[in-house]
C-alpha cells in the first residue's frame, strides 16, 4: 500500500535534540504541522505548516499551473477545506510518492529529482527533445543551485572585505545601529497598486516590514530568534517560519547592517562570474549549519550587493527566493537600497523607500509576534 514520506521520524529527531540542547530553558514552542492545521492531508504530513505552503508553490511553479488548477476555486475557507479531491490532486499526491519513491530507491535518499526536474514549468512532461533547439539557439542555461568553486577567483575575505568598503566601511557601519525606512511596495498582480510600506530593522538582527495592503497589513517579523508572517486572506493567519524560511528572514535582518557578514557562514566558496541587470557581478555562496543555501551576487565595480538568491527546502524541491537590491543612497555615511524586489514561489513585492532615519528609537513591540491582520471580513466561501 501508499507508503507515507520518511519526513515524520526526521522531524521528531529535530524536535527532540533541540529540545534537549535548551535543558531547562522553555523550549521553541512547536511549530504548527500541516495536519493539525488542514483537515485533509494524506502524504504531506509531519512537515511545519510553513513548510507545507511553500511545497504548494513548488507544485505551482514546477506545473505552471495556479492554486485554482488543484483547488476550488475562489475558495477562502482553507482550515475546512477538507478538499474536493480533483483528479490533480489526486494525482499531484501519487506524484509526491513517487518522486520520494526514486530519490529513495536509486540515489540514496538524495533529494535529486523533483517535481521541476521533469515538469519544466508544463503538466505534461515533454517526452522528446525538440529539433529546433538542437541545431537552433540552445535555450538559455539555468544555472544550478549550487554554486561550483570557480579556479582564479578572488578569495572570499576580498569580495567581502570590497563589499563592506563600498558601504562605507567598517567604522561608519559600526556607527548605524538602527533604522525606520518609509515607502511604498507594489506587489504582483491584483495587488500591484503600490501600498504605503515601512521597516523597522536593529543591528541587533531584529526586523519587520510591514505592507499597509487595501485588505489588512502584510507584515513579517524577525526578532533575533522566531519569525512570522501575518497577512490577510492565507490560509494560516499568522504563520510561524520554520527551517530555511527562518534562516532567510535571518539573513535578511543581518544583512540590513552588514558589518558581519563574512560570519554569516562557516563556509564560503566564491564561484563564476555572471551578469545581473547589465552589470558583471562576482558570485558567492555560503551555507549555512543548517543547510540552508544562500548565493551572493556583488556588482565587479561597485563592490555592492545586487542580487540574494536564498533556498529553503520543502519535501519537494528547494524553495528558492530572491532580492535584487538598487538605488544605494548615504544614510549617515552607510550605503542603503532604496529600492529592492522580493520574489518568491507565491509572490513578488517591489519596495522603494522615500526615507530612511538613522539610529531611530524603535518601540520594542514593533519585533513580538504579530497579531492577525484586521482584514475586512473575509469573502464568503464560495
Ligand atoms: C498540482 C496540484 C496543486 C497545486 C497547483 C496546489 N495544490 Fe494545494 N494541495 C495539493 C494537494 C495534493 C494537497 C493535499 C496534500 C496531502 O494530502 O498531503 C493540497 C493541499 C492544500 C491545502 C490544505 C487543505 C486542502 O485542500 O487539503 C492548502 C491550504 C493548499 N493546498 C493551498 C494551496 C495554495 C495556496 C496553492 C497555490 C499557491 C496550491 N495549494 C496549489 C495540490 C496542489
Ligand atoms: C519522473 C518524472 C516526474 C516527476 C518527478 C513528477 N512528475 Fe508529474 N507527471 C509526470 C508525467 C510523465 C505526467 C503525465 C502523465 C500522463 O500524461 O498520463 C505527469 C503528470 C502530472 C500531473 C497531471 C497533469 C494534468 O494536467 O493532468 C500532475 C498534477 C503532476 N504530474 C504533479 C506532479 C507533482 C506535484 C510532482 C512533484 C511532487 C511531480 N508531478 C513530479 C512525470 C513526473
Known amino acids: 500500500m501508499r507508503k507515507r514520506l520518511e519526513r515524520p521520524a526526521a522531524i521528531m529527531v529535530g524536535l527532540l535534540s533541540s529540545w534537549l540542547a535548551y535543558g531547562q530553558v522553555s523550549p521553541e514552542p512547536k511549530p504548527p ?8 492531508i494524506q502524504v504531506l504530513k509531519g512537515i511545519p505548516v510553513d513548510e507545507f505552503m511553500g511545497t504548494m508553490g513548488v507544485f505551482s511553479a514546477a ?3 495556479s492554486c485554482e488548477n488543484c483547488h476550488a476555486a475562489n475558495d477562502s475557507d482553507w482550515a475546512n477545506y477538507a478538499g474536493d479531491n480533483s483528479p ?3 494525482m499531484a499526491r501519487r506524484m509526491v510518492l513517487m518522486m520520494a519513491e526514486i530519490n529513495k530507491t536509486h540515489f540514496a535518499g538524495r533529494q535529486v529529482v523533483t517535481c521541476y526536474s521533469c515538469h519544466r514549468g508544463g503538466d505534461r512532461p515533454k517526452t522528446s527533445p525538440n529539433l529546433d533547439t538542437i541545431y537552433g539557439n540552445p535555450p538559455e542555461e539555468e544555472p544550478d543551485d549550487f554554486v561550483p568553486p570557480a579556479t582564479g577567483a578572488p578569495s572570499a575575505d576580498s569580495v567581502l572585505d570590497k563589499y563592506i568598503q563600498a558601504l562605507g566601511g567598517a567604522q561608519r557601519l559600526a ?3 538602527s533604522f525606520v525606512a518609509k515607502g511604498t511596495s507594489a506587489g504582483y498582480g491584483p495587488e500591484s497598486a503600490q501600498r504605503p510600506a515601512e521597516v523597522f530593522a536593529k543591528a541587533n538582527g531584529q526586523r519587520t516590514t ?3 495592503s487595501l485588505n489588512g497589513d502584510i507584515t513579517t517579523v524577525y526578532d533575533g530568534r522566531a519569525g512570522w508572517i501575518s497577512a490577510p486572506l492565507r490560509p494560516v493567519a499568522v504563520m510561524p517560519l520554520t527551517g530555511g524560511e527562518l534562516d532567510g528572514l535571518k539573513l535578511d535582518a543581518e544583512l540590513a547592517f552588514p558589518a558581519r557578514i563574512k560570519q554569516l557562514f562557516g563556509q564560503w566558496r566564491v564561484g563564476r562570474m555572471d551578469t545581473v541587470g547589465g552589470h558583471r557581478v562576482q558570485v558567492l555562496q555560503g551555507t549555512s549549519a543548517g543547510g540552508t ?5 556583488f556588482d565587479t565595480e561597485s563592490g555592492l550587493l545586487v542580487r540574494l538568491m536564498r533556498y529553503a527546502n520543502s519535501p519537494v524541491g528547494r524553495i528558492p527566493t530572491q532580492v535584487d537590491y538598487s538605488d544605494y543612497r548615504d544614510v549617515a555615511g552607510v550605503k542603503i537600497p532604496f529600492r529592492w524586489t522580493l520574489a518568491w514561489l507565491d509572490g513578488k513585492e517591489s519596495f522603494e523607500m522615500s526615507e530612511v532615519q538613522p539610529n531611530a528609537p524603535i518601540d520594542p513591540a514593533k519585533f513580538a509576534k504579530p497579531a492577525p491582520s484586521s482584514a475586512p471580513a ?3 466561501a464560495r
Open 63 to 65: 506545473l505552471g499551473m
Open 33 to 40: 504541522m500541516s495536519e493539525e492545521v488542514f483537515k485533509n
Open 88 to 90: 490533480k490532486k489526486r
Open 175 to 177: 556607527g548605524l545601529t
Open 378 to 380: 473575509r469573502p464568503a
Open 293 to 297: 543555501l544562500a548565493t551572493f551576487y
Open 210 to 212: 510591514v505592507i499597509h
